[in-house]
């Protein structure tokens, strides 16, 4: 297994749509459990592989907090919404910053796992929220898209600042 690089906002391969997987394969499992290490390194809660520069439609989520409930899906897709929740939420491709978005509730999501294998899931709580902010990423989008457009430039400014000093 190796170690990704993750892509920090507002690096604008962040926007790029993700392509259906066609076939779950040895590349696909390699990319998966490098996935997961990646994000329990980070440590996070959820990461998607346009994080990591592949654009394909492929997610892994553990809300535990011990590395006990791993989740894969791959070409993911909502199929029931419900209810409204506003939670904080974070990013590994925004570190540093927490702010409240609301999402749906609870939701269903039908995907294959990482054995190709198709299945349904219903979710709510911090679960829904995580999947709801992955699927986005998916799509190019972020979750300071949802804040205002002075909290989100003054959150781009200070990630470009931190970036000129790490450089
Ligand atoms: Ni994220």
């Known amino acids: ?74 070409n993911p897709e909502i199929i029931r919404r419900d209810g409204e929740e506003q939670m904080e939420e974070g990013c590994l491709s925004v570190p540093g910053v927490y702010e409240p978005v609301t999402r749906y509730e609870s939701i269903r999501v039908k995907a294959l796992d990482r054995d190709g294998r198709p299945f349904e899931l219903d979710a709510d709580g911090i679960l829904s ?21 002075m909290k989100r430039s003054r959150i781009r400014k200070k990630l470009e600042k931190l970036k000129r000093q790490t450089l």
């Open 129 to 149: 929220v995580c999947i709801q902010h992955e699927i986005d990423h998916l799509d190019g989008k972020l979750f300071v898209d949802y804040l205002s457009e």
């Open 1 to 74: 297994m190796a170690l990704l690089n993750i892509l920090h906002y507002p690096d604008p391969r962040l926007r790029q749509q993700a392509e259906a997987v066609s076939g779950v394969g040895a590349a696909e499992k390699k990319l998966v459990a490098d996935m997961f290490e990646t994000m329990y390194a980070a440590p996070g809660i959820g990461l998607a592989a346009v994080q990591v520069n592949v654009p394909q439609r492929i997610i892994v989520i553990d809300v535990s907090e011990d590395q006990s409930q791993p989740l894969c899906f791959i």
